[in-house]
């Protein structure tokens, strides 16, 4: 109960914490793991999620965006994986702000779940067709000097970052 009320319901987090949880305790032969211990472990910060880190984006938020992928290094998060899910976010902006009619037809035309196509909307609209093709853009760009090696991973997707924001 203590790890939910810490981590939320998000089974990515939960899995990762218990992953952590049993490193930390193993060898142990415990029936339960006192609360303290799971308080103690369970991270400094898991109110941050990437979901966070891609909205503050969307919202063109810079402050809070740097600042929720600060907190998302900091609990081990692999920057990698938190620029997959920019790009994938984008995508999913740039769909909802392509399509037309209410947030039925715009789920119905995309894929997504009209309660995500509520949530989108404002931030979608935001930014125009061009805005999009060159956010992608970036994206693809940094994604690619990170899988060849040319650059540091966090700067890249912290400069990313920026440049969305901007």
Same mark, same amino acid.
């Given at each position: 109960?203590?790890?939910?009320?810490?981590?939320?319901? $998000?089974?990515?987090? &939960?899995?990762?914490? #218990?992953?952590?949880?049993?490193? !930390?305790? =193993?060898?142990?032969?415990?029936?339960?793991?006192? =609360?303290?211990?799971?308080?103690?472990?369970?991270?400094? !910060? #898991?109110? $941050?999620?990437? +979901? @966070?880190?891609?909205?503050?984006?969307?919202?063109?938020?810079?402050?809070?965006?740097?600042?929720?992928?600060?907190?998302? #290094? $900091?609990?081990?998060?692999?920057?990698?994986?938190?620029?997959?899910?920019?790009? +994938?976010?984008? &995508?999913?902006?740039? /769909?909802?702000?392509?399509?037309?009619? @209410?947030?039925?037809?715009?789920?119905?035309?995309?894929?997504?779940?009209? +309660? *995500?196509?509520?949530?989108?909307?404002? =931030?979608?609209? /935001?930014?125009?067709?061009?805005?999009?093709?060159?956010? &992608? @853009?970036?994206?693809?760009?940094?994604?690619?000097? &990170? /899988?060849?090696?040319?650059? @540091? $991973?966090? *700067? #890249?997707?912290? !400069?990313?970052?920026?440049?969305?924001?901007?």
């Amino acid at each position: 109960q203590q790890l939910v009320a810490a981590a939320g319901t $998000d089974l990515g987090v &939960i899995c990762g914490e #218990l992953d952590k949880l049993a490193a !930390n305790l =193993a060898g142990r032969a415990t029936e339960a793991i006192p =609360a303290e211990t799971v308080r103690a472990l369970a991270g400094h !910060n #898991l109110s $941050d999620t990437v +979901y @966070d880190l891609t909205g503050a984006i969307g919202r063109r938020d810079r402050a809070r965006a740097l600042a929720v992928f600060q907190s998302l #290094l $900091d609990t081990g998060e692999d920057p990698t994986r938190l620029l997959t899910a920019i790009g +994938y976010e984008l &995508i999913k902006l740039w /769909k909802v702000a392509s399509a037309t009619g @209410d947030s039925w037809d715009i789920s119905r035309r995309t894929g997504i779940h009209e +309660y *995500a196509v509520r949530q989108l909307l404002p =931030a979608a609209r /935001k930014r125009s067709e061009r805005d999009y093709l060159r956010a &992608i @853009d970036r994206t693809y760009r940094a994604e690619h000097r &990170i /899988k060849s090696g040319r650059g @540091d $991973d966090t *700067a #890249l997707v912290q !400069n990313l970052i920026i440049q969305l924001t901007s």
